[in-house]
């Protein structure tokens, strides 16, 4: 549960923070079934969503998940000359499959994930566009080999439920692992264009969906169904975190012994700090993204809760000076403000 400390906000009340909570546990949930919840009106409800969007504190987007294509993620480390850095950042962003892009801490380095769909897409990307930009000094890819489940997905705001509305709220649908045996799932074009208006907003009406794939809006909701079943279609929340209080976010790089990496990946996931961890390839093996109140607290979550772990043999901290993209959206300082087409 969290502190009381870690629920203020000059702009979010208690129940703005239910409903981003509930809409990080069913991203779909009707305005009538929260509100019910919740015991506010429907009305209510839309209105409080509305507002979280228009003020750029909020975004709800269906996101794509590779993996059971047959494909990695890649978590990139790309060093620039330093006065390169800010555009190298800026031009990386529009790159679609590019996402959360971050100028880190020493001023000269962009992280972002790499999400590409075809080998050919990713040997472009990986061997050609990004090392071959003249302001590029090196590039480091970590293949994503296991992403942990988190305890409960940030910004954690379930302590403001009761028992009995947690539980009418049902457990927040996890992305299931991809199958090895199977054959890599294949996407049809009407697939595509219900993907595309998901990625613009995770809430499009399935009338506005069917009208975009020829189906009917029974047919939309069912092979929606299908691809969150499968892992394909999942859905993700981008928040502007400044706006909420939180002024530090990075990354903590770990090498652990090969033996205590399951271990240790398991227990960051715990840890209310961290909104990702994963395993990778490269010179660290243990990769996980921090969001922390202010620098004392990143100290804090340094030396105390990462110090209390046995196995892991070294790490690299590096907060982000400044975030260009997140998942799907676009950063205007400390406000989401454009929505990638």
Known sequence: ???????????????????????????????????????????????????????????????????????????????????????????????????????????????????????ERRDALLLKLIPQAPQVVELLAHEVMHAYPLYEEWPRFSGLFTAEQLEALGPRRAVPPAPESDAPIALSAQDEAMLAILARDGRAPYAQLAAATGWSATRVARRMGELLESGVLYFDLDFALERMGYSVRGAVWLRTRPADLATVGAALATHPEVTYVAATTGPTNLTAALVCRDTAHLYRYVTESLGALDGIVGLEVTPALRVFKQAQTFLDTDRIAVVRA
């Open 1 to 119: 549960m969290l502190s009381p400390s870690a629920l203020e906000s000059s702009v979010l009340d208690v129940l703005d923070r239910q409903i981003m909570h509930a809409l990080v546990v069913d991203a779909r949930i009707s305005f009538a079934k929260l509100g019910g919840v919740l015991g506010v009106s429907e009305q209510t409800v839309a209105r409080r969503y509305r507002s979280l969007r228009q003020r750029g504190i909020m975004h709800v987007s269906g996101q794509l998940n590779i993996v059971p294509l047959g494909h990695a993620r890649w978590i990139l480390r790309i060093r620039s000359t330093p006065s390169a850095a800010l555009r190298l950042g800026e031009s990386l962003a529009r790159i679609p499959e590019l996402s959360w892009v971050s100028l880190l801490s020493t001023g000269s380095e962009v992280m972002c994930v790499s999400r590409a769909r075809t080998a």
